[in-house]
Structure formats: structure tokens, C-alpha cells
């Protein structure tokens, strides 16, 4: 020591001891540390029972200065994972803005469909669902569309859909809904790269389309694996060649089932189906995706399925449009329970008025 200091290497600092003794602290096989104690006193005045109880101490030393930096560690990468979650978290929050930007506002759904619901129920923050309704003149268009996936896959599918429906009706104007699926259809495949194979990516969205014609009374409906519910007093007359699927009492619930296909490719495609009807004031018309009737819940956890939605919207015929969205909702709720919503929903409702 009296070399180091003399030569400038070490500088002394404070009283020089009698005698010392230093341990190593050792992690991993690594030196981090020494510990060491002295006497100021005597001479040799450390055994090698002081020296065994030195390495004893150490030991334990080291393994609470590797817990702590474990703790420390443990703790920055919990830092870091609340930062990315947080990044994550307000960047779907900006995609949510963007979502419900593109969507049709309360104002203009008012305007549009002065009688009307939308029970829309994201499964995460974003949805893969997504409706879109226009008035054009003498046609009033509403759809309802379920695209593959919920959350951010899903919500890239919505935009893609709400894209190609504005483009569509700002080139073409109003057509009739088969064809307009089939140039979905299309353009979906080409965006997409589909080509009919095996090996496709199954991205696509289902949808349903509602065109009405308000000064000849009429309701022109495509389905693309969607189908319309349309109730109508049994007062009113009959629907020329349709017999009900359900009725009750007061009402009658006409069922036009879409084709079994999506917008986008598919094994077995073929042009898809034109339903026309003529409409009565009051008739009353719901679209929907599959979250609702797929939703598992009930004292047996099963599925809500589609018997039970449709017995659910003819009991409730007499309230007025907002009123069977909170009735609609309570019982999905009441479904649910304890269980976790496991996709998008989205119900839209309308009641049809001419004047």
C-alpha cells in the first residue's frame, strides 16, 4: 500500500489501519465490490474464523445487492411495458377519433333516418363493424357490415369497406344492392390480391345493404351472408308472395336471407341475390352482425343464437325505435353476465315513414 501511495496511484484517506481484511463480493462470477474491515490497532488481528465469517457475510451481501438490482430491473421493464402500453393505448384511442370520423353522425343519421336506432358495441376500443347510411334523393341507402377480425385488423378492414362504399356511390350513384356487392366483391379481391385459391388470405366483410325508394314505396335488399328482418302489423296487408317466418298477435316478421358468401374471395362464387318488396308506413327493418346472436351467456353459457334475437325484437314492436335499444341492450347485458363480449356488435333499426 505505502508503494501505491507513494507512487500516486492511491491517495490516502483518513487514518492508516494496523491490519485489514477484504472479501470480494462476487454476482454471476463477476467482482462487484469488496467489503472490508479494519483495526487501527493491532497487528494480524483477523483469524481465519473472522476471515470464514467475512466470506459468510459477503455472500449474503452479494445476493441482496443481486436482488435489489433484479428488483430494479424488474422494475424498469415494468416502466417500459406501462410506456408502450401507453403508446398503444393512445394510439388506438386516435384510431377510435378516426373511426368515428368516417362514421355517419348522430345529426345527419337524424336527417336521413328520422326513426331509427344504431346499438353499436365495439368488442375492443375499435371495431371491426361499421355502418354507413346516405341520402340520395329518392333512395335512402343503409348498411351494416361485419368485417374479418374486431380490434385494429378489424377496424383496417372498416376503413377499407367505408372507402370503397363512398367511392363506389360517388362514382356510380345509386345501382341496385346485388350489383353493388358484387363490385365490393371485386374490388376487394383485387386489393387484397385474392385470386379464389386455397393458399387466399380470408380477409372480407359481410354485409348487408338496404336501399329504399321513397316515392315508390319500395325496399331493394342484398345480403352478403346477412340477412334483413322486417316486421310489419298484420293490419297492413300481407307482403305479395312472402309468407312470415314468425308472427305474434299484432305483428308479422318477414325474414330475406342473404347469400352465402362475403365480400371477398370465396370457394363457390356466384352473383348475388336481389330481394324487392314493396313497403307500408311503419314497417320496421333491422340489420345486423353476428356478435349479438353468437354472444355466449345464460345460465349455460350458450350461444343467444338468432331464434332468441328474433323473438326478442318481435315482443318489443310496440315501443318507439330509442326505446328498443335500451330494451335490446338490457338484454344483451343481462346475457352476458360474467362473460366477456367476444366480438363486435352492431344492430341498426328502422322505422320506415314516407311523409
Known sequence: MDK???????????????????????????????????????????????EELMVFASDHIARAIESVRAEEMIQKQHLLVLEHRQ?????????TRIQKAVLPSSAYLEHVLPDHFILFRPKDVISGDFYWVQDLG???????SDCTGHGVPGAMMSMLGITLLNEHFRTFGVGEPDAILGHLKDKVKEILAQEGSEDDQKDGMDMAIVLINQERHELHFAGANRPLFLFRKKEEGEISNLVPSFEN???????????????????????FTRHSVKLQEGDSLYMFTDGFVDQYGGENRKKFKIQQFRELLLSIQTEPMERQKLLIEEAFEKWCGNNEQIDDVCVLGLRVHFA
Open 249 to 271: 298477435d299484432d305483428y308479422e316478421l318477414f325474414i330475406f336471407k342473404g347469400d352465402r358468401q362475403p365480400i371477398g374471395a370465396h370457394w363457390e362464387e356466384k352473383a
Open 4 to 50: 501505491y501511495f507513494e507512487s500516486g496511484e492511491l491517495k490516502p484517506f483518513g487514518t492508516v489501519s494496523a491490519s485489514y481484511m477484504g472479501v470480494p463480493l462476487m454476482l454471476s462470477g463477476a467482482i462487484v465490490g469488496v467489503m472490508v474491515v479494519h483495526d487501527y490497532h493491532i497487528e494480524d488481528a483477523y483469524s481465519a474464523t473472522d
Open 87 to 95: 403508446a398503444i393505448t393512445d394510439s388506438i384511442r386516435y384510431a
Open 138 to 144: 329518392r333512395f335512402k341507402v343503409a348498411i351494416v
